[in-house]
């Protein structure tokens, strides 16, 4: 473990607890107003989680865009790719049979067919599992991008504006070519996603200058004031929950991805950590994907039993939740994985 990087370990246990936080938040949203201090408490909570997803993809950048490391296209279907369709098969059969027949008291052939369809449709937090894939395919030509700073800083601008300015415009009330354009070919999916891929890459070997990575914490700051006080602002007017500023394809959200990674990065990336804390860094480090995969089966549990952010006042009940939500996970991921044969389907 020695050229382990421990800073990433901690960017992906961190995500994976604000992936929770999204979830519970967003699973309890609609049951206050947005006026009430415990909507606004929650949406505080919800703006400070955002950064989950493009940490998760920045992290993958850094390891699929390494120069260093040999990934041919072979081992890359074989390994990372089935990999992931092979966990994505197993989830989504298990989201789609226990959805369909919970509580698990009767039996039908409308639940069968609901199986089918949940199925095919894949339990909502299970997209993730399939952007991934599509970054991993399209790794071999990234790779080649990536070997030359010049051409990764042209990408990166490309990304930066198809992937993030253009979709921001779309939702303001001004039709126009550009946005008609992008609702038809949806190119923030794919430029976005691969603009954080690329980011994670190139502020790992790259850096910045001192002055940048000033104005990157700044910007990061000012980034998460929107996203609350905007998110805050829009639904008070329109007397509901409008949550696009929270979507993980806007600037905001963007700029505070970036200046949370470059922190992790500057604090931890030569900090050296006892072979015990390395120990437990490294197993809930290895064990989080498998908790992002069934968070969203424990967070279901937990709303049917009544434990939910109205349990107490959101400004404990959602870090309360979230941590009950991922000690759970752990225990469930670590006794499914010692099921002989299953640990690499779940994991």
């Not at 246990?13 to 938040?25: A, G, K, Q």
């Not at 098969?89 to 027949?101: D, G, N, R, T």
């Amino acid at each position: 473990m020695k050229n382990r990087l421990w800073y990433v370990d901690l960017i992906r246990i961190v995500s994976i607890f604000l992936v929770i936080v999204v979830h519970i938040s967003s699973s309890n949203f609609d049951w206050y107003q947005p006026d009430s201090a415990q909507w606004q408490i929650i949406n505080a909570y919800d703006s400070v989680a955002r950064i989950c997803v493009p940490l998760f993809v920045m992290i993958s950048g850094i390891f699929f865009l390494d120069p260093k490391k040999e990934i041919g296209i072979r081992k890359l279907y074989r390994k990372n790719i089935w990999r992931i369709v092979r966990v994505s098969l197993f989830w989504s059969s298990f989201y789609a049979v226990f959805m369909a027949f919970y509580p698990f008291n009767s039996f039908s052939m409308d639940q069968m067919d609901e199986t089918i369809s949940r199925f095919i449709e894949g339990h909502f937090h299970l997209w993730f599992l399939f952007r991934i894939v599509e970054l991993y395919i399209m790794t071999p030509v990234l790779r080649k991008i990536s070997e030359e700073k010049k051409l990764m800083q042209y990408i990166m601008l490309y990304c930066f504006i198809l992937g993030f300015i253009i979709p921001t415009i779309r939702q303001f009330p001004i039709g126009s070519t550009v946005t008609m354009a992008d609702d038809w070919i949806n190119l923030d999916i794919t430029f976005g996603y691969v603009g954080y891929f690329f980011a994670g890459s190139y502020l790992h070997r790259y850096g910045v200058t001192p002055v940048v990575k000033k104005w990157i914490y700044a910007l990061g700051v000012i980034g998460l004031l929107t996203t609350f006080l905007g998110t805050g602002f829009l639904s008070i007017e329109a007397g509901k929950p409008v949550g696009w500023l929270y979507e993980y394809l806007t600037p905001n959200v963007m700029i505070t991805s970036l200046a949370v990674f470059l922190w992790f990065k500057e604090t931890f990336n030569h900090r050296t950590f006892s072979k015990r804390v390395q120990k437990w860094i490294k197993e809930c480090s290895d064990i989080s994907f498998g908790v992002y995969l069934s968070h969203v089966l424990i967070i279901f549990l937990l709303n049917q039993l009544n434990i939910t952010t109205q349990l107490l006042n959101p400004i404990l009940s959602v870090p309360l939740l979230t941590g009950i939500v991922a000690i759970l996970g752990y225990i469930v991921v670590k006794m499914m994985s010692k099921v002989p044969g299953l640990k690499k389907w779940i994991l």
